[in-house]
């Protein structure tokens, strides 16, 4: 098994953010550019960017508010974006839907 491998994605951010000094680049610029071959010394890069919800970002990115998106299919871009939307809970009670009538189609 590869040494790549053997460290969590946790670890891997904490040492690209060291590594690139990415907090302070995006303090000073707004965005970082990162290629995957970057990410890749650390970490399988599709491992390192995909995320469905803020829950699962990991906390070295969260606490320094960076998330990170697909700029091309071999680079990211880094930066505070907000990526997740909290669902408000809703207002009204909804009893009973409209309902719609939809005409017959024939299939061909």
């Known amino acids: 098994m ?3 491998k053997e460290i969590s994605v946790e670890e891997a ?7 690139y000094d990415i907090v302070n680049q995006i303090e000073e610029k707004g965005i970082f550019h990162i290629e995957a071959s970057q990410i890749k010394e650390f970490k399988e890069p599709r ?3 995909k995320w469905d919800s803020s829950e699962q970002l990991p906390s070295i990115l ?3 508010k960076i998330n990170i998106l697909p700029n091309s ?3 990211y ?8 939307q ?3 809970e ?10 719609v009538e939809l005409p017959e189609y024939e299939i061909y």
Do not use: A, C, Q
């Open 2 to 4: 590869s040494k790549n």
């Open 13 to 19: 951010w904490e040492k690209i953010l060291e590594k």
């Open 47 to 49: 491992l390192m960017s």
């Open 62 to 64: 969260k606490k320094n």
């Open 73 to 75: 299919r071999h680079s």
């Open 77 to 84: 871009v880094l930066g505070d974006f907000l990526l997740y």
């Open 86 to 88: 909290d669902i408000p």
């Open 90 to 99: 809703l207002e009204e009670h909804i009893t009973k839907m409209t309902s």
